[in-house]
């Protein structure tokens, strides 16, 4: 292991765990990366005070999903709720972490779930989310937690859907600046795992010369076997990187959160549909 490897070395993935079919697509992605990368997994479940507040209100009520039944929302009543969705998010994280082999731990913490998440994430190397927190919730469409944590988390986040997997082809965007060489070396190393080829987006206006871009890709790449291509975009801008992806058929988008504005990131999130990893 070089140093630049040493230095992006992720020995902890937190996982953001609730009752969706997203979220169980981000335990398993936390799972395969922890395998791979020799990790441990912990798992955190948030216990929403927004929701608990709610139900203290005089018209709160339980839609009770599929029949057009309405009961009465308590506290308590919400509260039984929120542990049992707790209890199978332990299970599922016991269960899958334990048929791998991964160390894991779980926690169930109570506050506001995007900010609890951005505490917890700081005591670990890479965050997984689901791409949204409620199972209704079809398509790209990106969700305010997982918005939040693509935006403000200050660690590597996954943001993957249901019915989505890390997978060939990886693609990544590269400007040549600094953060985009650890998003490069991630890259790099999710196509050794997933033994497909690398293929690398360039920006219309790169921060560096384009001959400065081709010694310093040179240099990462140097002594890997893997299959690398380049796509040089028609802009700068987040659509001409989602036109890239779309074109590339990409497996797992890899791009650094710095080269994005912040306001741009969601549009990313919500442009593509395969998993989005967001280094530093």
Not at 125 to 138: E, K, T, Y
Not at 213 to 233: F, H, P, S, T, W
Not at 253 to 278: F, N, Y
């Amino acid at each position: 292991m070089d140093e630049q490897e040493e230095d992006l070395k992720i020995r902890r993935i937190l996982v953001a765990l609730d009752a969706s079919r997203h979220s169980l697509a981000a335990l398993r992605a936390a799972a395969e990366l922890a395998d791979s990368l020799e990790a441990e997994v912990f798992g955190v479940f948030v216990e929403d005070v927004n929701l608990l507040h709610a139900a203290g209100l005089p018209m709160a009520r339980e839609l009770r999903f599929p029949f057009a039944r309405h009961a009465q929302m308590t506290p308590q009543r919400m509260k039984r709720q929120l542990r049992a969705q707790a209890l199978q998010a332990r299970r599922a994280l016991s269960s899958i972490c334990e048929t791998r082999g991964i160390e894991w731990a779980f926690e169930v913490v109570r506050g506001r779930v995007s900010s609890s998440l951005l505490e917890e994430a700081a005591k670990a190397d890479l965050l997984c989310i689901g791409r949204a927190s409620r199972p209704v919730v079809q398509g790209p469409k990106t969700g305010s937690t997982a918005r939040a944590a693509a935006v403000r988390a200050q660690r590597v986040v996954l943001v993957i859907s249901q019915g989505t997997r890390i997978q060939a082809p990886v693609v990544v965007t590269y400007d040549g600046s600094p953060e985009a060489d650890q998003a490069l070396l991630l890259a790099r190393r999710l196509t050794v795992e997933t033994g497909g080829f690398l293929s690398i987006l360039v920006p219309a206006e790169p921060s560096i010369s384009p001959e400065e871009l081709q010694d310093r890709l040179a240099d990462n790449l140097e002594g890997k076997d893997i299959v690398v291509r380049y796509r040089e975009l028609a802009g700068s801008g987040v659509m001409s990187i989602i036109r890239g992806v779309q074109m590339e058929g990409c497996g797992t988008l890899v791009v650094s959160r710095a080269s994005l504005p912040q306001d741009e990131i969601g549009k990313l999130l919500d442009g593509v549909t395969c998993p989005v990893l967001l280094t530093g």
